[in-house]
């Protein structure tokens, strides 16, 4: 026999009442134990004091302590209550939840009440009673039960379960990533306002070289070369900015696509990108802490599971099946004798279907769970090793971003004195107009890069708060909500047990 090892467990099963599910063994998380501490992420962050996290963990941070602007805070309200993705991922519980409960109503008898009336004609010679029409009435109850013998409602019910945890994990971590997405787009908003701010100062420089060296040409004590150098910077300048107040507004609109709804007129006053004062040490924690910090791997443990759990049903299918069907009412062949004495009418009718032969059909089914499960210990692992990944990432940029940024800081001010010590050698006649452009351009080109960088530099610490499984609650000391509570703002959704294991 391919499988011999059932008939072990069906007589264990027939001894205990137990499913045939194989005991669910976590895998072994497939990382180093560590997350990198030495050369690039050895260098730590600078911290203000106050911003702090004082050694807690992401996941006990709320996300109105890690950010520190009102108008960001506002617009993450915001977006919790209206966006329209995270109103699809509560709406995906409510729809798992109703699918574990038709899974779960298998394991009852089904109860129902019925009347009827039938009506016949037979042949006079074959009438005993010489009436060729005859009817019956009836009236009472049906009730049919599957005993689940091998258990294997119980497992089908149990993979709805974690199917449904599944879900659950899935929203929480569409909420936590929706938190990021906003703050990340705001951020961007603030660093294309700078970035307009030196266009802007830029542009007014260049186009007061432009003017001056216009008017030089025209008295002819200046070249043409230098007159279209001067307005090739304008030109570029003005090119730039409206390439960045395309980028502003498309920025907006792509925050207004996240928090549900357009802007609000009183959105309390916000920091600039310079004053966004956000966590910068918290702590990284141990890789097999994302066990229980990270919901994509919590979700991907619960799918697992449910996998596990579907095992057990195809094995059950290859033992015999047992249901029960009964019935209890009266039966008269007339309407108004239906209740008299003598009209009770019973049935009782067990049944037990043994698999004989299917074609391999139940062979294959087994063979299909087994693979599926596989499949899903794969993913699994998949799923730690891009959380670890990511946290790597993180914490290398983190690492860095304080050194690059200092490093442009001292380009800009070399670069703006640059620009100074050139105007001054072309206004005494030493260098030509060439070196005050080629100045202009560099200093231009560095303030760019400082404000992308700094932008960059906030974004990855939101990136690695989320990583490391912040953002779930508000306010720090919050017990945490379950997986699969209502929202609290935004699409309804029907209440919950705390633990959807507490309704089995």
Not at 212 to 240: P, W, Y
Not at 245 to 267: F, S, T
Not at 426 to 441: C, P
Request: proline share 5%; with cysteine; hydrophobic share 45%.
């Amino acid at each position: 026999m391919r499988h011999p090892s059932l008939i072990a467990i069906a007589l264990a099963c027939v001894a205990t009442g137990c499913t045939f599910e194989p005991k669910y063994e976590r895998p072994a998380a497939p990382v180093a134990a560590t997350f990198p501490a030495s050369g690039v992420y050895a260098t730590q962050p600078a911290t203000n004091a106050g911003d702090t996290a004082s050694g807690r963990a992401a996941v006990d941070i709320g996300w109105r302590e890690f950010f520190s602007d009102p108008r960001l805070k506002r617009l993450i309200d915001i977006a919790l209550a209206n966006n329209r993705d995270l109103r699809v991922a509560v709406l995906n519980i409510d729809a798992a939840r109703a699918q574990y409960r038709i899974t779960r109503a298998q394991l009852f008898p089904a109860i129902n009440a019925q009347a009827a009336k039938s009506v016949q004609r037979t042949p006079l010679d074959l009438s005993p009673s010489g009436q060729t029409i005859s009817g019956d009435y009836t009236a009472g109850l049906n009730a049919s039960w599957e005993i689940d013998f091998w258990g294997r409602v119980r497992s089908l019910k149990e993979q709805a379960l974690e199917q449904y945890l599944s879900t659950a994990q899935a929203r929480k971590a569409a909420e936590i990533s929706l938190v990021a997405q906003v703050a990340n787009q705001y951020l961007q908003m603030l660093a294309v306002d700078d970035l307009l701010r030196i266009t802007d100062d830029t542009l007014k420089t260049a186009e007061s070289s432009y003017s001056l060296t216009k008017l030089q040409f025209d008295n002819g004590t200046g070249s043409e070369l230098d007159l279209r150098q001067a307005e090739t910077i304008v030109e570029q300048a003005r090119a730039n900015r409206e390439a960045q107040a395309r980028a502003r507004a498309q920025a907006e609109n792509a925050l207004v696509l996240l928090i549900g709804e357009p802007l609000p007129p009183d959105l309390p006053p916000g920091h600039g990108l310079d004053d966004q004062k956000l966590l910068t040490d918290i702590p990284a924690g141990l890789p097999s802490e994302l066990l229980t910090r990270r919901p994509d791997i919590m979700q991907a443990e619960a799918t697992l599971r449910a996998a596990n759990a579907n095992i057990g049903a195809a094995r059950a299918a290859f033992f015999p099946s047992i249901s029960l069907t009964s019935s209890f009412g009266t039966a008269s062949p007339t309407l108004g004798g239906l209740f008299k004495p003598g009209s009770a009418a019973w049935a009782f009718a067990p049944q037990i279907k043994l698999p004989i032969f299917a074609g391999g059909q139940n062979l294959a089914n087994l063979d299909l769970a087994n693979v599926q499960k596989r499949i899903e210990v794969a993913r699994y692992e998949k799923t730690i090793q891009s959380a670890f990944r990511e946290v790597a990432d993180e914490l290398a940029a983190r690492s860095t971003y304080d050194g690059q940024i200092g490093a442009l800081e001292r380009t800009t001010f070399a670069q703006s004195r640059t620009l100074e010590l050139s105007q001054l050698r072309y206004k005494n006649g030493v260098d030509s107009y060439l070196q005050v452009l080629t100045a202009q351009t560099n200093l231009y080109t560095v303030q760019q890069s400082l404000v992308n960088a700094r932008a960059a530099r906030l974004e990855n610490l939101v990136n690695l708060y989320v990583a490391l499984g912040g953002g779930w609650i508000a306010n720090t000391g919050d017990a945490p909500r379950a997986a699969d509570a209502p929202a609290t703002v935004g699409a309804a959704s029907a209440p919950v047990a705390a633990s959807a294991k507490s309704t089995d």
